[in-house]
C-alpha cells in the first residue's frame, strides 16, 4: 500500500527543518513540502485551501471555525509563538505609558492577526486599555492597501478606519499622524530610523518575563491544520502529523544544546537557552493542549470578548480529537 500524498505549508522553521530533511517521517505520508512565508500561506489557505496540511493564523482559524466555516480541523503544534510586548510601538515623544493610549490613534495591517489579539489582551488585561478606548487604523506595513483576509463583524464601539490612500501605517507613524503602532513586524522605511519612535514598553523583555511569571502565559500564534475531508478519511493522520512534528521539534532543541558548535548565526545561545529553560521549564515550546491550557483559555477568552469569534468555543472543540491524548511507554 503506498503512502499517503500531502502538500505541506509551513514556515522555514528549525523545529520543522528535520521535517523537510527527511530526518523525521510522517507516518505513513509521502509529504510535498512548502516553505513560505505566512503572510502567503494564510492568504492562500484561507482564501482558496490550496494546502492539504497548512500552518495557520490561530485567530484566523478561529474565526472561521466559530462560524462552522473552516475547512481545516486544528493540530496543538504551535508553529509560532512570541510575546507580542516588542509588537507595539508608540510615539514616544507624547505616549509614555499605556494610559497614554486611551483617546488615541493606533495603526494596524489587520484587526484580526493574532498578534494583534495577543496586544490588546496585553494592554486590556494588564493596563485597563480596551479596544474602544482607541481608533484603529487599518492600513500596510511596507505597502499601501492592505485589507483584511476575512471579513469580520466587530463590535459597534470599535473605531476602524482606513488609513489615506497611498500611505502606510509606518509612513503614519513616522509623520505623526498616528499614535501607535501594532503589527507582527517592525515599522519599515524612515519610521524605524525616528527617533521619536519605539516599543511602547522601554524593557519589552522584562515586561514579558514578569507577564510569564505572573500568568504562565507563552503567546501560540500559530497552529498546524489538516483539512477536514482528509482527516475524515484518514482518522489515523491528525496524531501521525502530531508525532512527526513534535519529534522533529525535539530535535531542534538537541540541536540548540550542542554548544560545541552553535546551530544559529546569533551569539549568547547557551546562555539564552539556559535562561529560557529557568523561566519556563525544559519544554518551553511545548506542543499539545494539556501543557498549554492558560494560553489557550486566555486566547479564547479574549478573542471572543474582542468581538472576533462568533461564539465563545471551549477548548475541547478546537482541535481534532485524536491530538488531545497520547500512547506512553
Do not use: C
Not at 31 to 49: D, G, K, T, W
Amino acid at each position: 500500500m503506498s503512502n499517503l500524498q500531502l502538500s505541506i505549508a509551513v514556515g522555514n522553521y528549525d523545529r520543522v527543518r528535520p521535517l523537510f530533511s527527511g530526518r523525521t517521517q510522517i507516518d505513513g505520508v509521502d509529504p510535498v513540502f512548502m516553505a513560505l512565508s505566512p503572510e502567503e500561506i494564510f492568504f492562500r489557505a484561507f482564501r482558496n485551501q490550496e494546502f492539504d496540511v497548512t500552518e495557520m493564523s490561530f485567530s484566523s482559524y478561529l474565526i472561521k471555525h466559530s462560524r462552522g466555516e473552516s475547512p481545516y480541523i486544528g493540530i496543538p503544534v504551535f508553529l509560532s509563538r512570541a510575546f507580542r510586548h516588542t509588537a507595539i510601538y508608540a510615539r514616544k515623544d507624547r505616549i509614555h505609558q499605556p494610559a497614554d493610549l486611551k483617546g488615541k490613534r493606533i495603526g494596524i495591517p489587520e484587526y484580526q492577526l493574532t498578534a494583534l489579539v495577543w496586544a490588546r489582551a496585553i494592554l486590556m488585561d494588564d493596563y485597563g486599555v480596551n479596544p474602544a478606548d482607541v481608533t484603529w487604523v487599518l492600513g500596510g506595513i511596507d505597502e499601501p492597501g492592505r485589507i483584511e483576509k476575512i471579513k469580520l463583524e466587530l463590535p459597534p464601539n470599535v473605531r476602524l478606519e482606513h488609513a489615506p490612500e497611498g500611505e502606510t501605517i509606518s509612513s503614519l507613524l513616522d509623520q505623526g499622524a498616528i499614535d501607535g503602532f501594532i503589527a507582527p513586524r517592525a515599522p519599515s522605511g524612515a519610521a524605524i530610523k525616528n527617533p521619536n519612535v519605539g516599543w511602547l514598553f522601554d524593557d519589552p523583555t522584562a515586561v514579558a518575563k514578569d507577564y510569564f511569571k505572573r500568568t504562565e502565559i507563552f503567546p501560540i500564534m500559530h497552529v498546524l491544520g489538516v483539512r477536514k475531508e482528509i482527516a475524515a478519511k484518514h482518522p489515523w493522520l491528525p496524531g501521525a502529523l502530531f508525532k512527526a512534528f513534535e519529534e522533529a521539534k525535539t530535535v531542534a532543541l538537541e540541536s540548540l544544546s550542542e554548544t560545541s558548535a552553535t546551530k544559529i548565526t546569533l551569539p549568547f545561545v547557551e546562555e539564552q537557552l539556559k535562561a529560557a529553560r529557568n523561566l519556563m521549564g525544559f519544554d518551553f515550546w511545548s506542543y499539545g493542549v494539556a501543557k498549554n491550557l492558560p494560553t489557550l483559555e486566555t486566547f479564547v477568552r479574549q478573542h471572543h470578548a474582542q468581538g472576533l469569534s462568533a461564539r465563545r468555543m471551549s477548548i475541547d472543540e478546537i482541535f481534532h480529537p485524536a491530538t488531545y491524548e497520547g500512547f506512553k511507554i
